[in-house]
């Protein structure tokens, strides 16, 4: 289960970087000036998903699809997280 949650947030950030940059590309597709408002300001980009959904509904759902990837591999790998957590980290320095 460890290494199908690594492996599920791994893939969920890859999918959330690629829906960003393929909204960053719609807007400078668009109009340059969106892509540069998207850069500079990030709440441009919930603008310009409501003002072109034509354009940017595709790489919205790859961000959708990679949160929830994320919150799928956080929870698969949440038995790691606890397991690490009641561990002492000086045991290996005192030995």
């Known amino acids: ?18 829906g960003h940059l393929g909204t960053l590309v719609a807007g400078f597709r668009e109009n340059p000036v969106w892509g540069l408002a998207m850069l500079l300001f990030p709440i441009s980009q919930l603008i310009f998903l409501i003002l072109h959904w034509g354009r940017a509904r ?3 759902f790859l961000v959708l699809w990679g949160a929830g990837f994320i919150i799928f591999g956080v929870i698969a790998a949440h038995d790691v997280i606890e397991r690490y957590q009641h561990r002492d980290p000086w045991s ?4």
């Not at 290996?92 to 030995?95: G, H, K, L, W, Y």
């Open 92 to 95: 290996s320095v005192r030995s």
């Open 58 to 60: 595709k790489p919205f």
């Open 1 to 18: 289960m460890e290494t199908l949650g690594l492996l599920a947030l791994v893939v969920g950030f890859v999918l959330v970087i690629v």
